[in-house]
Structures are given as C-alpha cells and as structure tokens.
C-alpha cells in the first residue's frame, strides 16, 4: 500500500502556529515521520514549535529547493511508494505555490499517489482579499524581472493587461529588493491605478494598504527586507 503525500503549510512568520493553521495539520503531524522540506533548520523549529518538540531526532528529512535536481526531488517518490506517510514543507505559507515542492507534488500524481492538502495562510489570497480589488478575476504574476529596465516594462505590461481585463495581478518579490520594486511603481505605473503593499501579513507588525499611485507618491513607504506581496489593479 502507498503512502500519502501531506502538504502541510506552515506560519508565514513567528509566533504560535496554532493562531494560523487548522487542528488538522497538527493531527496530521503528529503522524508522519518523514518530511521533504525547502529547508531542514527552519522546518525542525517550525515541527518542534507545531508539538513535536523533543521528537525531532526521530524524524526524517529531505530538502527540496532551489538547489534540489530534478531527479533528486523524483526519487523522493520512492519513500511514498515504500508505504510512508511523507509530510512537504514549505519555507512559508502554502507548499507548492511559488515553491519548489511542486516537482514533488506532480511526481506523486504521476505515480498514483494520493495528495493531501491541509488548510494552512496563503499570502497571496490574504494579500487579494484584503486589497479590496477584483477577486472574480487575478493572475499570480510571481517574480518580475531583475533587471531594472525589464522590470519596468514587465509592469507596464500588466498594468496595460490589468486594464484591458479588469483583471487584479498579484506579484512577489525578494524581500532585499522591495523598496526598488515600489520605486519603479511609483514612476512607472499611472497615477490613477491602484496599488496594495500587504507585508508582513499575520505578524504583529503586519502593514496592508491600498492606495492609488498618486497618493503613495505622496507618502512613499519604506517596506525594507519585510516578506511582502504587491496587488495591482488599473
């Protein structure tokens, strides 16, 4: 018999887990022994903090990032066909969304295995539906590029697409590079169309505003290396 692939979420910053995930990630965790993760220290402070704390040297881990090969991430697919139950962590927030547990979470569908997703915070949709824009209609834009020059037209394509829709887009960034997002922003992007910087969400400090372009120019914030997601909607 196969084991099942659990996508647990964790918090999307410190604090007690229980104030943001579901009583069923928790009975799930108790559970499983074996957990693939973006990152081994992170995910043991996560676990331990979750109730695990002083059955950590029991369990067993995998990494899957940005520095996992494919073939690495395939051959986790062997621990779910040996008949174990596998845990995917995420750094934050929800596995496989912007992050690299997807290769995971698609080679168990090739396999026949079941997935099993937890509820757990999403940024993205705490962003979207606490910016007050169009939820009927969103893209998830991800990364812009790096390049300040290409980055500015790649805003100037969805503002453009945005209007053209009426549809929201929702972009992330690095956070060592927001405050060069939010300048390209201001002097790309028109002045009537709408801008929510939403950083830091369900941490104490947690700022979420929406305002036209023109406005923020007017206060400009400084956002600084906080995790942060930008919604757009012209």
Not at 43 to 72: C, M, P, Q, V, Y
Not at 152 to 161: F, G, H, T, Y
Not at 173 to 190: G, H, I, Q
Request: aromatic content about 6%; glycine content about 8%; charged content about 25%.
């Amino acid at each position: 018999m196969k084991g099942r692939l659990y996508l647990i979420p964790s918090p999307l910053g410190e604090g007690d887990p229980r104030q943001v995930l579901g009583g069923g990630v928790f009975d799930a965790i108790s559970n499983i022994r074996t957990f693939v993760v973006e990152e081994v220290r992170t995910a043991r402070r996560f676990l331990s903090a979750a109730g695990l704390k002083g059955k950590i040297d029991s369990l067993e881990f995998f990494e899957l990032n940005e520095h996992t090969a494919e073939t690495d991430a395939a051959g986790y697919v062997a621990l779910l066909e040996s008949g174990q139950d596998v845990g995917l962590i995420s750094e934050a927030g929800l596995p496989a969304v912007a992050d690299p547990g997807s290769i995971l979470v698609a080679e168990a569908h090739r396999h026949d295995i079941e997935v099993v997703p937890l509820v757990g915070p999403s940024s993205l949709m705490m962003a979207l539906m606490s910016s007050g824009m169009n939820g009927q209609s969103f893209a998830f834009t991800g990364y812009l590029p790096v390049k300040p020059a290409e980055r500015r037209a790649r805003l100037s394509e969805l503002e453009k697409l945005s209007r053209r829709l009426g549809q929201t887009q929702i972009i992330i960034e690095t956070p060592y590079r927001n405050d060069a997002l939010v300048k390209d922003m201001l002097e790309t992007l028109s002045g009537t169309t709408r801008l929510c910087i939403a950083a830091n969400i369900t941490q104490p400090d947690a700022f979420i505003r929406t305002r036209a372009i023109e406005q923020w120019k007017r206060n400009v914030p400084t956002i600084g290396k906080r995790p942060c997601v930008f919604v757009i909607l012209a």
